[in-house]
């Protein structure tokens, strides 16, 4: 659907993703930036090396375009796993944005031709 619009080595992005696996199931529940940044800290892992929530949270966004990542409504919660609620980017485009395409070389919503 998109592509990341901040590159990361594979090895970190499946670490992110693996880290809200974990949180997830820690929690009971899909974390939010705080919870998963507070396992991360916890943790002290070199593969998730952006650990502060401002930073984490682009890190998510960029997990979530690249649709690795499943977000709810108001992109609060975050999960690996598709569960009620939740959608991935290509999931949300095809519900909101009827008719348009993503340009990928700029990254923006245009009128399908």
Known sequence: MSHAVMPFPGCV???YVQA????EKLCGHPPNAGELAALLVHEDS?????????????IIFNLYREDLVYTDKILGRFSVHKQEGFMK??????????GYSLDYK????VPEP
């Open 20 to 23: 809200i696996e974990r949180a």
């Open 106 to 109: 700029t990254q923006r919503y």
């Open 89 to 98: 980017f290509s999931d949300f485009h095809k519900k909101h944005h009827l």
């Open 13 to 15: 992005v499946n670490s």
């Open 46 to 58: 070199r593969w998730t090396p952006l650990k502060k929530t401002p930073m984490l949270m682009g």
